[in-house]
């Protein structure tokens, strides 16, 4: 191994505001050592994710922030090549929540091990993985979506939003996105068979526009982006509508707190529900909730999209992408090619 290079990406200061380069260090490592019980890992495919950002500030939330001079981590599908474990061997593909490096150590009770043989491994990071089941729990648990009914999600083309559109038409809903291209809005129309489709950055009045997707008021509204677009479809509501809280994207980057309209009346006079959650709340569920999503993929249900960013040197972009709304489906940056192909 000692020819190979390693690296890792460290968190060398925290952003105020939206993030850059400059907040991050490429740090050149040894390749460490296996343990007892451990192996080296080569990483594949490294996903970003907007809730990354939170873990960025210095502050109280569901996860501990990103420590500061240490490797940022995530969800990250590897390759064994050398085993000092029972369990794993070489060539074995896991997925692990790991640090952003070429090369890492883990446990073999940090990794759970894939069978590529089921599906591509990089939907373990998308659709079958954390986006796929924060979609499939916050909608079906919370949205609990009626036949005709109109349910509207925001950050529509991305891995969470177009999974909640897909899942709310299985379910023989009305559903209608909201997404920032005009490449999405034809995509969620044309692919996943969206009934109607907003552009938020074209479409002037927002509220106006989508009082006209959305002639029956809203009965579901899950909310991937907060600020003005959730104001405008929280203004639109019908009596018992539900709203699966499940980010707040637009707000992220913000170096002040927003302040809108108040919503509680809203709520109010709709009797409505809204409800914050955290898709580990089920985790007890979730291979219940994987086996649905990978039997509706099967079944062409399920499509999904993924971006894919080549190179570890790329990973940054590839996050701040996310905040520019340059992926269709879910991001994801290939680092290297498995051994074994
Ligand atoms: N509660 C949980 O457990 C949980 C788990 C996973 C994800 N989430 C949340 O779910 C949301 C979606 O996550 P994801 O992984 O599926 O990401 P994603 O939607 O694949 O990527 C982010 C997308 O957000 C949109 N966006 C970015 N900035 C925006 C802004 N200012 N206003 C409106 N839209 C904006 C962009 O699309 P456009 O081109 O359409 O702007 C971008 O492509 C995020 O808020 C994330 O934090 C929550």
Redesign the pocket.
């Known amino acids: 191994m000692t020819e190979q290079k390693n690296q890792h990406i460290l968190l060398t200061s925290r952003p105020k505001g939206m993030p850059s380069m400059e907040n991050f260090t490429f740090e050149d490592i040894e390749i460490p050592e296996p343990q007892n019980g451990q192996v080296l890992l080569k990483t594949l495919y490294l996903s970003v994710?907007?809730?990354m950002r939170g873990r960025m500030n210095d502050t109280k939330s569901y996860v501990p922030p990103f420590e500061l001079n240490q490797p940022v981590s995530g969800g990250i599908v590897a390759e064994v090549v050398q085993s000092r474990s029972g369990e794993l061997e070489e060539g074995d593909l896991v997925i692990g929540n790991l640090p952003w490096a070429l090369y890492t150590t883990a446990g073999e009770q940090e990794v759970r091990k894939l069978d590529p043989e089921l599906a591509p491994v990089t939907t373990n990071l998308g659709i079958l993985g954390?986006?796929g089941l924060?979609a499939y729990f916050?909608l079906l648990d919370i949205g609990n979506p009626q036949e005709g009914e109109t349910v509207v999600v925001?950050?529509?083309?991305?891995?969470?939003?177009s999974t909640v559109g897909q899942i709310a038409k299985i379910k023989g809903a009305r559903v209608v996105g909201?997404?920032?291209?005009e490449e999405?809005v034809n995509y969620l129309k044309n692919e996943l068979g969206f009934d109607a489709v907003v552009n938020?950055?074209e479409a002037g009045n927002i509220r106006q526009a989508l009082k006209e997707a959305c002639p029956d008021g809203v009965d579901v509204y899950f909310d991937?982006?907060g600020?003005e677009?959730s104001d405008a479809v929280i203004s639109l509501l019908n009596k018992y509508a539900r709203i699966p809280l499940?980010?707040?994207?637009?707000l992220?980057n913000l170096e002040k707190q927003d302040v809108g309209p108040r919503i509680q009346g809203q709520l109010l006079i709709n009797s409505a529900l809204i409800k914050?959650?955290?898709?580990?709340n089920y985790a007890s569920q979730f291979g219940e909730g994987a086996k649905q999503l990978g039997q509706w993929l099967q079944e062409g249900k399920l499509k999904y999209e993924e971006n894919v960013v080549e190179g570890f040197e790329n990973t940054i972009d590839a996050f701040l992408g996310?905040?520019?709304?340059?992926?269709l489906?879910?991001?994801l940056v290939k680092v290297a090619e498995p051994s074994q192909s």
């Open positions: 994710d907007p809730y954390m986006p924060t916050g925001s950050g529509a083309a991305g891995a969470v939003g909201i997404a920032g291209s999405k938020y950055r991937n982006v600020g677009i499940c980010g707040q994207i637009s992220y914050g959650f955290i898709v580990s996310l905040f520019k709304g340059e992926n489906g879910k991001q």
